[in-house]
Every structure is written in C-alpha cells, then in structure tokens.
C-alpha cells in the first residue's frame, strides 16, 4: 500500500532555530506539493515540484523558508530562523500530474515557542 | 488570488438524511476540480477529480456534478453514517499547473 511518508511526525522547537521536514513521495510520483494547515488559511500551497523542478513557491516567505528535491524520493522544507507564527500542520502530497488526484501524507505538527 | 467558495461551512445531520454541498469557483480558465475528504487528525484524502463539464462521479454514496460553465460543482451524500463526518474540501485547478486552490471546507457531523 503506497503511501506518503513525512517526518518528524511532530516537532517542538524554540524560535530561531532551524527546522526540516522531510517528505517521501510515493515511487513513480513526478509532482510533490508542501502546503500548511492553518486555522485562518485552511490549507495554503507553499511550494511544488514537477519532476524534481521547482515550479512555484509563491506561497513560501522566502526569506525563511526554503524546499528542495535532492533526488526523486526525498523533498524536504526548512525554516531558518523559525518564529511562533510558524507553528501549524505542514502536508506534503505527491501525484501524477495535474488532472491526477493527490495523496497526502500524515503531516507534521509543528510547534514553535 | 484565485476565489474557492464551499457552503455550507459547516452542517449537522442525522444518520440516513441526505445532504449536499457546494463549491463555487472562476468559470474562466478551468482546468480540473478536485475533492478531498479530510477527517479530524487524518489527512487529506481524495473522493474525485473531475475535468469537464457535466462531469458526474459516484464512489458509493457519495457522488459529485461539475458545471464549469458557471463554476459550481455539488457533492452529494446519500444516506449520511457517522463514519461520513468529516470536513469535505474541494479544490481548484486553473490552466495547465498542477497547482491547487483550496476552499475552506464544509464540515459535516453526522449523528445518530
């Protein structure tokens, strides 16, 4: 049973140090999406990847966030330096492109003081 | 800034009733419509996408219409469970990205 792995699962964290979260698609999925859970946004794209590309990160503040695709099977998002507003549930999914559904993985709950 | 509107926002049902939700989104420049289906402390999962109009998709109970042409789209619920609780999102896609607006939600509870 295929599936989107992330971790950590959780992570609480003092403001101003540097966090990452890792993301696994599933194998043979060529687009990876991070988004953020928020109680005022919903869910809001911060990032997305097309075939290890990145395509938009319009979404992301840029001077603290930053994601990446090393390889095919790990994409990952970093804040540097991290502040309380920070704190939410980040998703990661993958898919088969766009007229294809996504699949979400188990998120990370994330917690800044 | 793309408009992705869900009523109701929230809805309270008993088991059996039907019921039924929309999602409102540009008529212009449509690509795809997508829902989710996202119980509390899970993930979001998906129930359809569809592409054109007059799309229609059933999954068991559940069913969803599309009209593109005025930028609504109806998921349906016949004969709601508990076990159907849960906030129903859909999602917008424009052009030919992959990326996704979503709405906010129309939570549903369904009791006994």
């Known amino acids: ?113 | 800034i793309l408009n992705v509107e869900q009523s109701p926002q929230s809805l309270h049902v008993q088991e059996g009733d039907s019921t039924n939700f929309t999602c409102s989104f540009p008529s212009s420049n449509f690509y795809a419509l997508h829902w989710y289906r996202w119980e509390t402390a899970k993930s979001p999962e998906a129930l359809f996408v569809m592409t054109l109009n007059g799309d229609e998709k059933k999954k068991g109970r559940i069913s969803a219409t599309l009209n593109t042409k005025e930028g609504y789209s109806y998921l349906y619920i016949k004969g709601s469970q508990p076990e159907d609780s849960a906030t129903y999102l859909c999602a917008f896609m424009a052009g030919t990205a992959s990326k996704l607006t979503f709405g906010t939600g129309t939570r549903l509870q369904v009791t006994l």
């Open chain 1, 1 to 113: 049973d295929a599936r989107v792995t992330q971790t950590p699962r959780h992570k609480v964290t003092e403001m101003g140090q540097e966090v990452t979260m890792r993301c696994q698609p599933i194998l043979g999925h060529n687009t990876v999406f991070w988004y953020r859970q928020t109680m005022m946004q919903g869910l809001e794209l911060l990032a997305y990847f097309r075939n290890r590309a990145p395509l938009d990160d319009s979404g992301m503040p840029k001077d603290r966030f930053s994601a990446e695709m090393p390889d095919a099977t790990l994409a990952t998002l970093k804040i540097q330096p991290s502040e309380p507003r920070d704190s939410a549930v980040y998703f990661c999914a993958s898919g088969l492109g766009s007229r294809y559904e996504q699949y979400f993985g188990p998120g990370t709950r994330l917690t800044v003081t």
